[in-house]
């Protein structure tokens, strides 16, 4: 695997919402020991649900690929807005990039490895309910919604397709194994 972004191995890990992308990467990183940028860090907000990659390229992608440290603030979902600590990214031999677009078309040619991850949709939602706490027949809609987008972007991206990896997020075990579905030029598996 040849780092592709500067002296960098970026590895993107993304898939639909509650599919096991942050469970994924979180392992992956440990046994790379290697940071993980979480793309709903740089969300300005729900409707920020794919424009804020010119953030991610300026304060992230960008110092990275020049060999220099990175640094964002983290969307204050409860306060609507950027703040907190600074979060740094030193240059590493590998970073990971972790939510939803994270392998999008426009950063595939810098992309050491792609990785989607895969899981039922009613698990997903079953995960994406938990994780934000709201049952809540709006939030249900909202968040329907918020995957048909997802469904779309995947769909015009053609981002399963170009994946190196598409591994099986529904094993929710406490080791570090995931399923792998398919690796890329296989020919097999879904």
Do not use: C, N
């Given at each position: ?76 979902w409860h306060l609507g807005k950027f ?108």
């Open positions: 695997m040849a780092p592709r972004l500067g002296a960098t191995r970026l590895i993107a890990v993304d898939g639909p919402s509650g599919a096991g992308k942050t469970t994924f990467a979180l392992r992956l990183a440990k046994q790379l020991d290697a940071p993980v940028v979480h793309t709903d860090d740089l969300l300005d907000g729900w409707d920020d649900q794919f424009t804020f990659w010119e953030r991610l390229e300026r304060q992230v992608l960008g110092p990275l690929r020049r060999g220099e440290t990175a640094t964002y603030r983290r969307y204050q703040a907190g600590p600074p979060v740094r990214v030193d240059p590493a031999p590998a970073v990971l990039v972790e939510g939803v677009s994270a392998a999008r078309r426009e950063i595939r040619p810098e992309l050491s490895l792609a990785v989607f991850v895969v899981a039922p949709s009613d698990l997903r939602l079953r995960r994406s309910v938990a994780r934000d706490g709201d049952d809540s027949i709006a939030f249900r809609a909202y968040l329907e919604r918020w995957r048909a987008a997802e469904d779309r972007h995947f769909a015009e991206d053609d981002t399963r397709a170009a994946a190196d990896l598409i591994v099986d997020g529904e094993a929710t075990t406490g080791d570090d194994r995931f399923t792998l579905l398919r690796e890329r030029g296989d020919g097999v598996g879904p």
